[in-house]
């Protein structure tokens, strides 16, 4: 048992040395304090590298369907665009044949519906037969069909401002994260897309999983993910997907997580750190690593076997997370070690030895 020497000068009575020894024990004993060895799953931590990349299925770029010379663009790269607003003309000789087919398909509907007018009233004085009343319908129908088609192909295009011109409307809401479309320059369907747009409220972080650290990572891990723009922040998430298949470029497993991005901070392409904590699949002996004294090249700690005595044990450090540490030999479940004043209680101890 450890005990607490004080020592008086020789002309205070032994009895009175006594009686102060004890009070200082006491007081001692009052402030150590112990924590007991439970058995637990280590905790493993592993720092991973990504980036952020758009939603796919929250992006569109767009390709014309036909070929033409861009007249005029309306945005930016970088903008904030709404659905339907105007982003670029195009001048096309073949929207051009549409339009021009369109206004003499209109100009015979026209004609139509005035010889539709007067067969009804032709019809109606007994002066002509209901077949041929029939035919004048028939024949506007027809009319209106045609233009109603090429009408709808046109629409397809953009909205069309008459002379060969069309303008290409925001397919969504969004930024315009890629910008080619240069006024002046030709367009085609075999051309590279003019501009994308994406929803960025809802991006990917894509994960570098490396064979060696694949036993530590699966789906449904919660993850916590640091950037450079922004060291004192930490976004969390969670393991949505991990990929079966290495990359074959970069000899990695891709692992996906679903990030909210109301606050638009995480940028496609920004390049994070990816902190994951798992648990290991062998039990340990976890303690707080305060109780951890490092003497002479090993680890030892103080346990309390009973109220005020005290022993030293030598351990094996397994591992540590955060603020605690695991043990693999030198402790038993439900020992009480010492956190607070350990050092004192390990020298006095130490001193006996």
């Not at 021009?100 to 519906?113: G, Q, V």
């Not at 103080?302 to 030293?312: K, Q």
Request: charged share 25%.
């Amino acid at each position: 048992m450890l005990s607490m020497v004080v020592f008086f000068c020789t002309c205070n009575s032994e009895k009175k040395s006594k009686n102060a020894e004890n009070v200082i024990n006491q007081a001692f004993l009052e402030n150590v304090k112990t924590e007991k060895v439970v058995l637990s799953n280590q905790k493993s931590e592993l720092i991973l590298t990504g980036k952020v990349e758009y939603d796919p299925d929250k992006i569109i770029s767009y390709v014309p369907l036909i070929s033409g010379i861009i007249d005029r663009t309306y945005f930016s790269l970088g903008d904030k665009v709404r659905k339907g607003q105007p982003l670029l003309d195009i001048r096309s000789t073949e929207l051009s044949a549409l339009q021009s087919e369109r206004i003499s398909l209109e100009a015979e509907e026209k004609i139509a519906e005035r010889e539709l007018k007067a067969a009804q009233s032709m019809f109606d004085d007994n002066m002509l037969s209901e077949r041929e009343l029939l035919e004048a319908k028939g024949k506007l129908r027809q009319i209106q069909a045609a233009i109603g088609k090429i009408s709808a192909d046109m629409s397809v295009y953009g909205t069309d401002k008459g002379n060969g011109v069309f303008t290409v409307n925001a397919p969504m809401s969004g930024y315009i994260v890629s910008k080619k479309a240069l006024s002046g320059s030709t367009i085609s369907p075999e051309s590279d897309p003019a501009f994308s747009i994406a929803d960025l409220t809802i991006v990917w972080v894509t994960v570098n999983v490396y064979a060696s650290d694949l036993r530590f990572v699966r789906e449904g891990m919660d993850v916590e993910i640091t950037t450079l723009s922004y060291p004192d922040e930490v976004f969390y998430g969670k393991i949505n997907s991990l990929s079966q298949v290495f990359d074959p470029e970069e000899k990695v497993l891709k692992a996906r997580i679903t990030m909210n991005n109301s606050d638009f901070k995480l940028k496609p392409e920004m390049s994070v750190l990816v902190r994951l904590v798992g648990e290991g699949f062998n039990p340990a002996f976890a303690i707080p690593s305060d109780a951890l004294i490092f003497d002479d090249n090993r680890y030892f700690v103080v346990v309390e076997e009973t109220a005020g005595n005290f022993v030293i044990k030598d351990v094996t450090l397994q591992g540590h997370h955060g603020k605690t540490s695991y043990i693999a030999t030198g402790l038993t479940e439900g020992e009480n070690v010492v956190v607070k004043n350990q050092l004192l209680i390990y020298s006095g101890l130490k001193e006996n030895l």
